[in-house]
């Protein structure tokens, strides 16, 4: 059941996202008089098709993976003298150009619609205060104790945990003080702090700057339960199973999730006691932690998933209500902000900052679309409204396969007053499409080893 409902909003998902971006092309082209033959959802054999008044065939296909505008095209074959003016290489390389850039521009404007729907309900964030600093951590170092509270990352305001994250990711792979602004408890008074770091988390797979500074939010843990226990794992040989809720380990409480990691961490090859209830009562299992390595450092893991309950301080809690149209704003500073996050980690990718395993391909796409659908409507919407800012960006790269790669060629033409030849695009495009199925190959085997 989890398998078909994660494909099934997987479907959706791209879907809706294929038909915005298609419909962008077809939308322009057909406001510059481009006649379009064919506007197709998804590959392969027609499931349903139709015809409109301008005698345009659309088309949902069996393979939803993509889609396509096909638009009259004298590259295409023969045109006959009445349509030649409806073809696409008839028109201004403006027009061409406003054309192929309107695919990308759908995907934003998708992303700003989805936002502003999420925005409408309000905006809920945790303030950036410290709940425990681990010992000996860089944030220790730096000055840092509980309770002290992120203001600033370089002179960005951070109202949020959230806010602070993005501003860090920035200095992921670099070398150099992280400059940070932070209030201690009771006190107003802001302080300026600098956090050393060396090719921050250039090699890390999935980073997390908060953990890797030894900051962790104020969560009052509840219950810390067990998800999925992978049977080759340590945990499962030792008798741990799904839906377990750990108590204690080695007799004492297990008050966060960040402690109860970092203990089994530190334990590898060693045995550990866990106090564990389950409906029949409570059990003390004992387990020893597989060594394994992460991020080249040698650590123990139990191959679980931990699920935790509880919540943050109240007063933590910081809210914003918006209007109708104060969430339109707030919806288009969010598709700015998050596509220029996207961007940035394009190029940390590119010039080697930020590691290549965090490359993530159609499996983790499909999961992320099942477990966002699961965790709310909310959270779907915005997942749809990522995943459409991640096209958009995508799309706009100067790939001559893509979007972009057209768009390149059109100022060229703009530049030298004749379009660019047919032989080099040619090789444009067969480079290009080396480069997208290695790219593609490439993220498909990390999410295939991320499942091992």
């Known amino acids: 059941m989890d398998l078909l409902q994660t494909i099934f909003f997987t479907l959706i998902a791209l879907g809706v996202l294929v038909s915005f971006h298609e419909f962008g092309h077809f939308w322009v082209a057909r406001r510059c008089g481009v006649k379009v033959q064919r506007f197709s959802i ?31 095209d004298e590259r295409e074959g023969e045109v006959a003298a009445a349509d030649l003016p409806h073809a696409f290489t008839q028109k201004t390389v403006w027009q061409r150009l ?35 600093v681990i010992g000996g951590s860089l944030a220790e170092q730096s000055g840092f104790e509980p309770g002290t509270e992120i203001v600033a990352v370089n002179g960005h305001r951070t ?72 049977e080759d794992g340590a945990g499962y040989a030792a008798g741990l199973r799904e839906g ?60 679980v ?9 109240e007063e933590l809690l910081r809210t914003v209500e918006y209007g109708v149209f104060g969430a339109v704003a707030r919806a288009a500073e969010e598709t700015a902000e998050t596509s220029l996050f996207v961007l940035k980690s394009i190029g940390k990718l590119v010039v080697g900052d930020l590691s290549p395993k965090n490359l993530s391909g159609p499996i983790t796409i499909a999961k992320v679309a099942g477990d966002s659908a699961k965790s709310g409507f ?5 997942f749809i409204a990522i995943l459409s800012i991640m096209l958009g960006v995508m799309n706009l790269l100067p790939i001559p396969v893509l979007d972009g790669g057209h768009i390149v060629y059109y100022l060229i033409e703009m530049i030298k007053g004749s379009p ?10 067969k480079v290009g499409l080396f480069l997208l199925m290695g790219l593609m190959v490439f993220a498909t085997y990390n999410d295939v080893m991320r499942a091992f």
Do not use: C
Request: charged share 20%; no cysteine; aromatic share 8%.
């Open 305 to 313: 998933q931990l699920a935790s309950l509880g919540s943050y301080p």
């Open 42 to 72: 998804g590959f392969g054999t027609p499931l349903l098709r139709w015809r409109d008044a301008h005698d345009t065939e659309f088309v949902i296909a069996a393979l939803p993976l993509g889609g396509y505008v096909k638009m009259l």
């Open 244 to 303: 377990d809720r750990l108590v204690a380990i080695d007799g004492d409480d297990i008050l966060s999730v960040e402690a109860f990691i970092e203990r089994i961490s530190a334990s590898a090859n060693k045995a550990v006691e866990l106090l564990v209830e389950r409906e029949a009562g409570q059990l003390l299992i004992s387990v020893t932690p597989k060594l394994v390595n992460r991020d080249g450092k040698p650590v123990g893991q139990l191959g």
């Open 378 to 382: 909310d959270n779907f919407i915005r």
């Open 159 to 230: 109202s949020t945990w959230a806010a602070v994250s993005r501003q860090l990711f920035g200095y992921i792979g670099t070398s150099g003080d992280i400059p940070l602004t932070v209030t201690y408890p009771n006190s107003t008074i802001e302080y300026d702090l600098a956090v050393p770091v060396n090719t921050w988390l250039r090699e890390a797979e999935e980073p997390s700057p908060l953990r890797e500074l030894g900051i962790t939010p104020p969560f009052e843990l509840d219950s810390l339960s067990l998800g999925a226990v992978a």
């Open 420 to 429: 660019v030849s047919d032989a080099v695009q040619i090789v444009g495009y």
């Open 98 to 132: 406003a054309i192929v850039a309107a695919g990308p521009a759908a995907n934003f404007l998708l992303a700003v619609v989805a936002f502003w729907i999420v925005f409408l309900s309000g905006e809920r964030g945790i303030a950036p205060v410290a709940g425990s």
